[in-house]
């Protein structure tokens, strides 16, 4: 079993939809969830980080971590084609190594 | 103006050729890292540099050497290239006391024929 488990996709959705992107890990040393953005050939661009759990919103984004249940999401509300991306979410300690583990990226589609 | 910047693009070459990958960051970063990303999307640290240091160095075969000469750059060499290492390599920069904010380069995408 890997460290950090995310669903590749694709999930299609129609535009103004609301999208739940999900990621289930195993490591309960786990402090720090961030997600990123990438577009096709592009590199990951990271949009909102938070520490421990609860929620952070930023704009359409809503990030939420479930520590007991060891399982983090990521909304998106009103859904548009330019989100159209993979979405990865990575995760690291507090302490030791500061790097990051990657989830594989779920793959998003939004069509008009 | 490119915050982190790789090149080249891309890079096609034969089984046992030697290349190498330059990445450079105008971020004032002390810090950076080379991610290999393989065709099923998972990305994985090679490497991480601090202030020309290397402090990170994953099992990574030693045919791939980074070089940073300073803390904007940092290079990746590859000694008799294989086809399992096609991928595309990206490089990151961030802050040491910050590395949940890092910044990636475009990649570069090499194809060992």
């Known amino acids: 079993q890997k460290e950090v488990e995310q669903d590749p996709g694709p999930l299609s959705v129609p535009e103004g939809a609301i999208v739940s992107l999900n990621c289930t890990y195993s490591?309960?040393?786990?402090?720090?969830f961030m997600w990123y953005r990438q577009y096709s050939r592009k590199g990951p661009e990271l949009l909102m980080y938070t520490y421990s759990s609860g929620n952070k919103e930023d704009g359409r984004f809503t990030a939420q971590v479930d520590k007991s249940s060891k399982y983090i999401s990521l909304f998106i509300r009103d859904s548009q084609p330019s989100d159209s991306a993979t979405y990865l979410c990575?995760?690291?300690?507090?302490?030791?190594?500061?790097?990051?583990?990657f989830g594989r990226g779920t793959s998003l589609i939004v069509h008009p | 103006d490119t915050a982190v910047s790789q090149t080249p693009k891309y890079l096609v070459t034969q089984m046992g050729n030697d290349k190498s990958i330059k990445c450079e960051q105008n971020?004032?970063?002390?810090?950076m890292y080379w991610y290999k990303q393989d065709s099923k999307k998972f990305l994985k640290i090679m490497f991480s540099y601090n202030n020309k240091e290397l402090i990170i160095n994953e099992t990574v075969p030693n045919r791939f050497s980074p070089k940073s000469p300073d803390k904007a750059h940092l290079n990746l060499h590859i000694n008799s290239l294989e086809l399992g290492d096609s991928a595309v390599y990206f490089c990151?920069?961030?802050?040491?006391?910050?590395?949940?904010?890092?910044?990636f380069g475009p990649g570069t995408r090499l194809t060992v024929t």
């Open positions: 971020l004032g970063h002390d810090t």
């Open positions: 990151a920069s961030s802050f040491r006391a910050d590395p949940n904010l890092q910044y």
């Open positions: 490591n309960s040393a786990f402090q720090y």
């Open positions: 990575a995760m690291r300690p507090s302490g030791g190594s500061y790097i990051p583990t």
